[in-house]
């Protein structure tokens, strides 16, 4: 019997154990149980299943900076998440595909990081700017892009260690989310085109000082379904 059959027994034998009749509620309620044990099955995997998988979206400019592309790819395998951008005319979409409420927590988590590290980096700049030299806007944005760029590397490494530490999903369950995750845009989104984003020169004072300060920002996003940190659409 195929891991789906038994899933698909399991789950009838579920529903019968709720039956008003006492021994066969008793009796579906124990075989269900034997087939967990014999199939290393767990209720979890159930659940997820039951769940299926779904997306949250986060509406950005549509020009979508690098820095802004990369933090999106590291939020999303951090919430083990896949993305995808899709742009209109006015904007772009940020879209995390993935099980349960992992999607809506990895939209809330980079909403939140956009937002910490801007002003991080808007921070840097006014103390760049400080003494008698006043960077023209050529400077301003090659320092804030490298800012910017070395951020996202540290939020990638306190992200990394966040997830050793405590896995979004467990090992048992990462190929029935993997699977879900491309049964989902096999039938809701269709083939993906990946683009290549170009090579970026950084500034290394200014990276290496986002990097450290990417590294130690607090992750603590809003909840699924709280008021957004940022109305409308958030631009670079």
Known sequence: MTRERVIEKVRKLLALSNSSNEHEAALAAA????LLAEHNLAMS???VREEGAGEAELLVARTVPKWLSALFAT???GFDCFPIVTSSATCSRLRFIGVGEDPAVASCTLQFLMQELR???TAYLRASEGGPHRLNPTERQRIRNSYLLGGVQGVRQALAAQKAQTPTTSTALVPVKDALIQQYREEQIGQVRMQRTRRSTVLSAAFQQGRTDGATLQMKPAAPGDEPLLPGLMGA
């Open 31 to 34: 075989h269900a149980q034997r």
């Open 119 to 121: 002003r991080l980096a």
């Open 75 to 77: 939020v999303a395998n």
């Open 45 to 47: 995997e159930l659940e």
